[in-house]
Structure formats: structure tokens, C-alpha cells
């Protein structure tokens, strides 16, 4: 299955089905300048009528990021970034799974498989590949490398979009666990956060010999019962700690006021149209993630910056319309029976790091609760929703220290995938 603007070089045996094929990604001028065509020509309303945020993205925020998308923006050096990193395909239950893959240096290093989110993609990931897989270069020791795989979700990015359904959680992680023993890792973790972090949570129900933990940044933690009030709208439960009250006051805005595109995707999303025919209406509705992350995207485009830049917004926004994906990606809200917050009984080894600006900041109590196998909880300083992509940093010493308890259980192994690039 081939995409608009992507290039694919060399296979094994034609058919052979698990081939891995090298990738790259070219997208033609002219769809560059349709682009631009389009949010010049975009029919805007009237400003919200309050002063705040209360109505959704305000009219001055997404103006602003028009014209730099218009004007100065380039999706070129997004797509040299990702052509200088070695990117594949492979056919997996009949669909093509888009992945960069790195190899670290270090012969020891641990394999590790990390899944983005909504509305995202693998260009979230990117800043923490070298300081996952080079870790002496940015404060780390040899000890700590990963070898890296990163794969776009089936109908985002440059994966395969899904004619049929099932594509669901568990099918994704399925999948991961065929693509990381293709590539020949005999042992492996994963990490995830928003989409990844219930993707990754699945793994870790499935349980595989090969995996050997997970770390996520948005843990399902709610028991059911605070999970169900949460949502109804009730007051929070008494007996609750202060933590455990702040979470679920937090989660109760996310249910309330916070995630109408969740609803609005899992209950009809063929119904999207506007976003794939309308670069700005693509771009708002990704910018609508959560309160805090807007509040994020909103500072950088009214002169100020922290963590994300205008281009780091833009190249997601510009990825999903470029590969016309907006619709294809909201179907897995369709796909999904399965709560996003709740426990869901994983009994693996589990790391957990809590960022502050996450939709809710998990309690240790609750995470000890549920995850019996818990070998790390840490909160740190600054960060949100978007963690590797907002504060790669921080979150590759996460990453580091949740899953460094596991790393005695990896024996040198032969991997027989080729090193890359």
C-alpha cells in the first residue's frame, strides 16, 4: 500500500510478506503549494464571544498559525530529519506498519518499542531517539542505550490505513509484539503514552514471554468504581487522599469538558469531512487536545515558547494532512470497547513517571494498587500530555530509570536485523 509522497526501496523476495523495506519520504512541491492554496483561502467566523478559552480554540491563536503555515513554515526539514533516520515498512495481518528503527552503538543495549498518540504520529518521538539510543552524549552512561523502534499506528502517518475493521488496542499490540520478534528481539519493553499508553498497557495484558516490562506516562489507574463516578459527574468519593482527590477531579474535567473530540470519534467519525478537506479545521481540532497542552500551543504562537515550537506543532498538524490520515486515524476511537483510565490488570513489570501537566496526575497509592509489579514511580517538575515531545530530556531519564531494574534479564542475544543506516 503505497501513500502520496512516500518512496519505498528494496524488499527480499517479492511476496515474501514479512520483508522489511527500506523507506523514505518525498512529498511532491505541488501538494506544498495546495496546501498553502488552502489556508489562504480558509472562511473564517466571527472571534468567540468570552475572553478566555472556554469556547475552544480562539480565532487570534489559530490566525496566527495560518499565516506562519503559510508563509514561513517548511516541511522540508521535517522530512530530511526523518530521511536522515533509517525508516521501514512491513506487511503485518495484511497491512503495511510504517517504523523507524535505530540501533544503538552499544552492544548491550536494550530493545525498546515506543507508540505515540492522538493527533499525533512518530514525529512526537523523534527528540528522544538519540538520547535513548546514545546515552553517553547526552548525560547518560552506556548502560542505559536502547535500541529504538518507533512504528506510526495503523491510519497515521505513513502506516497503512485499515478498509476493514478490528483495528483496535489489542490488535495493535498484537502487532507490535510480531514486529519486534521479526526484527529479532528476543527480549524487549515498550513504552507509550495517550493512544501508546493504552496500546502498550495491552501488551503488557497479553503478557508475551518476550516483554519484559512497559513504562507509560499516562497510566490507567482508576479503579472502576471512581472511574464510573468520574464520568457520571458525581462529587468526588470520600476516603480520598489529596492526591487521589486531585486525580480524580482532574480526570472528572477531562470527562466533562475535555475530550468532546473523543466522543465525537468514537461515536462518528466518517462524519469528519471538514478536517480532511480543511487544512485550519484539521489544525484546530488537533490543537483542541486537552486544556493544558492548548494552553501549551496557544504561548508559542503569541510570541512565547516552552517545550514546543511553532514547526514542532506544524509538522504533526502537516504529517496527518499530508498523508490524508485525519479520518483514518480517528476510527480507532471507533474501534475501541475498552476504557482509556482504568486499570486494566496489567501484571508485568510496570515503570510509571507522572508529568505535571498530564490530563491527571496518577497517585502512587493507586498505581501500587494496580500495578502489583510497580518497579518505579516518580513525578517530576514540568511536562505534560505530550511528554517526549515537550520535554524529551526529562522523559528519556525516565524512560532510563523505569525500566534500569530490567536490564539484568537481557542476555546478549543475536538480533538479525541488519544494523540501520
Known amino acids: 500500500m503505497m501513500h502520496t509522497g512516500a518512496t519505498q526501496q528494496g524488499s527480499t523476495q517479492a511476496g515474501d510478506k514479512n520483508a522489511v523495506r527500506p523507506f523514505h519520504v518525498n512529498v511532491p512541491e505541488a501538494e506544498l503549494t495546495e496546501l498553502r492554496r488552502r489556508i489562504n483561502a480558509t472562511k473564517w467566523p466571527e472571534r468567540e464571544t468570552v475572553t478566555d478559552q472556554s469556547q475552544g480554540v480562539q480565532l487570534a491563536t489559530i490566525q496566527a498559525l495560518a499565516r506562519y503555515w503559510a508563509t514561513d513554515y517548511d516541511w522540508r526539514k521535517i522530512e530530511a530529519k526523518m530521511n536522515a533516520l533509517p525508516q521501514f515498512m512491513t506487511e503485518i495481518d495484511g497491512l503495511d506498519i510504517h517504523f523507524i528503527h535505530v540501533r544503538s552503538k552499544h552492544e548491550n543495549a536494550l530493545p525498546l518499542i515506543v507508540t505515540h498518540g492522538w493527533p499525533g504520529s512518530v514525529i512526537e518521538q523523534m527528540k528522544i531517539i538519540d538520547p535513548l539510543t546514545n546515552p553517553t552524549a547526552h548525560g547518560g552512561n552506556a548502560s542505559d542505550a536502547f535500541h529504538l523502534v518507533i512504528p506510526s499506528i495503523p491510519g497515521y502517518g505513513y502506516s497503512g490505513k485499515p478498509t476493514t475493521t478490528g483495528w483496535d488496542g489489542p490488535h495493535i499490540a498484537r502487532a507490535w509484539v510480531v514486529l519486534m520478534k521479526r526484527l529479532g528481539y528476543t527480549k524487549f519493553v515498550a513504552q507509550g503514552g495517550d493512544w501508546g499508553a493504552v496500546i502498550t498497557e495491552q501488551m503488557g495484558l497479553l503478557a508475551p514471554p518476550e516483554l519484559l516490562g512497559i513504562h507509560t506516562n499516562m497510566p490507567g489507574v482508576f479503579p472502576d468504581d471512581i472511574n464510573n463516578a468520574a464520568f457520571s459527574g458525581a462529587p468526588a468519593p470520600s476516603g480520598l487522599s489529596a492526591d487521589e482527590k486531585l486525580a480524580y477531579e482532574r480526570l472528572q474535567f477531562v470527562y466533562q469538558k475535555g475530550i468532546g473530540y473523543g466522543y465525537q470519534m468514537g461515536l462518528r467519525p466518517q462524519t469528519l469531512y471538514g478536517i480532511v478537506d480543511s487544512p485550519v479545521g484539521l489544525a484546530a481540532y488537533f490543537l483542541d487536545h486537552d486544556a493544558r497542552s492548548y494552553e501549551l500551543i496557544a504561548r508559542v504562537f503569541d510570541g512565547q515558547s516552552e517545550g514546543l515550537t511553532r514547526d514542532d506543532i506544524l509538522d504533526n498538524i502537516t504529517i496527518t494532512w499530508l498523508t490524508n490520515t485525519a479520518l483514518s486515524g480517528a476510527r480507532l476511537y471507533w474501534e475501541n470497547k475498552l476504557g482509556y483510565f482504568n486499570a ?50 526529562l522523559f528519556s531519564e525516565e524512560v532510563r530509570a523505569g525500566f534500569r531494574s530490567l536490564r539484568s534479564d537481557v542476555a546478549k542475544s543475536d538480533v538479525v536485523f541488519a544494523k540501520a543506516g
Open 344 to 393: 486494566k490488570g496489567v501484571s508485568i513489570p510496570v515503570a510509571v513517571s507522572v508529568f505535571p501537566d498530564e490530563l491527571y496526575p496518577a497517585p502512587r497509592s493507586w498505581a501500587e494498587r494496580v500495578y502489583p509489579k510497580l518497579i518505579h514511580y516518580n513525578k517530576v517538575e514540568k511536562g505534560g500530555h505530550f511528554a517526549a515531545w515537550e520535554q524529551p530530556q
